[in-house]
């Protein structure tokens, strides 16, 4: 028996549907886990390249935004730990980088509130789009408390002044008996460790419900039957399959 | 670089100067400080914006375009 490899068709290119030829045992978790995931987000669903002439709007362009400057904020954050506070408060250079951290949050929370007012003045959760909207909620909270423990972070008497300010708040809800708002450790760890965690897998969860349903079409004009531009999809656009309005 | 971050500082020091406590405006049980105004303005304008400026597309690209 010849062993080629599946991916590489006879004149050397790689073919990747040809990657289908490899071995299957169907019984196993893996392969069950695989065929749902394939079926639900294949390759060109998961990074199209084209969308619905109603995405030629720059409202659509906030979410992405979102996701750039969060991607400026993990990356300076990464920076200012490698580097340590003496480096971030005193040298120039590290300024400079805690500067770009905090600019990149205000970035961040500038194009997200921009793009949850775009959301909701097109009732975007239409066409069981619910999930992409309860976790843009839930993204929205859990970073005004990654936002909240960095402010706590500073070290400085800005710092001081708010974490003094938030005990008495969080005491009166019981929750200080675990969540020290003046216990600095905790306080740095849930920022550069918890919270970034958290807000990174429900991003992730976020974009792939959008890509899972679809941009949602917009509310259809008056006179106009409520999606009949869109083959396969009800009024709201909840495409129950495979295709994906061109 | 610190001469950088003093030239970058003396200009913008000279054009917003921040060296006094925050001005706030007050409306009954609203607080708020002029700064975090102007940032919800700015956002106003923004999503307006958005919504009005035409974007360009690709032409000729399919029906659809
Ligand atoms: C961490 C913050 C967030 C990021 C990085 C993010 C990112 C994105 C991206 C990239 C898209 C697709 C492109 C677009 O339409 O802009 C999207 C869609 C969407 N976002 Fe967000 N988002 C965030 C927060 C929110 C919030 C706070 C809400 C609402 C409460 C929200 C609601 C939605 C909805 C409903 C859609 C789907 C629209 C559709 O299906 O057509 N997102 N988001």
């Known amino acids: 028996m010849t062993i080629t490899d599946p991916k590489i068709s006879s ?15 169907a019984d196993q978790w893996t392969a069950k886990i695989r065929h749902v995931a394939v079926e639900a987000l294949p390759p060109q669903r998961l990074l199209p390249d084209r969308q619905p002439a109603y995405v030629a709007s720059w409202i659509y362009v906030f979410g ?11 990356a300076t954050g990464l920076v200012l730990s490698i580097m340590g506070p003496n480096w971030w408060h005193v040298s120039s250079t590290g300024l400079f980088v805690n500067s770009l ?21 097109m009732a975007a959760w239409r066409g069981r789009r619910r999930a992409t909207w309860i976790t843009g909620v839930i993204s929205f909270l ?16 800005d710092s001081q002044w708010i974490s003094t300010q938030a005990k008495d708040g969080i005491n009166s809800t019981g929750a200080g008996a675990i969540f020290n708002v003046t216990n600095f450790g905790q306080m740095i760890m849930w920022h550069i460790v918890l919270l970034p965690l958290v807000v990174v897998a429900l991003v992730g969860i976020h974009v792939l419900m959008v890509r899972l349903r679809g941009v949602v079409p917009p509310f259809a004009a008056k006179g106009e039957t409520p999606g009949a531009d869109m083959a396969g999809a009800d009024s709201d656009g909840a495409t129950s399959g495979a295709e994906v309005p061109a | 670089m610190q001469s950088i971050a003093l030239v970058v500082g003396t200009l913008f020091g000279s054009l917003i100067n921040l060296n006094h406590p925050g001005n706030y405006i007050h409306w009954g049980f609203i607080q708020m400080s002029y700064s975090n105004l102007l940032v919800i303005i700015l956002m106003v304008i923004v999503f307006f914006a958005a919504i009005l400026i035409p974007f360009k597309t690709h032409k000729n690209k399919g029906a659809d375009r």
């Open chain 1, 142 to 157: 859990v970073s005004v408390g990654a936002a909240f423990t960095g402010y706590l972070s500073q070290q400085n008497f």
């Open chain 1, 64 to 74: 992405v935004t979102t996701v750039a400057a969060l991607g400026v904020v993990i």
């Open chain 1, 101 to 121: 951290h905090m600019w990149s949050v205000e970035v961040f929370f500038f194009a997200m509130v921009i793009h949850l007012w775009g959301k909701f003045f």
């Open chain 1, 11 to 25: 004149n050397g290119q790689s073919d990747l549907s040809k990657s289908a030829d490899l071995p299957e045992d």
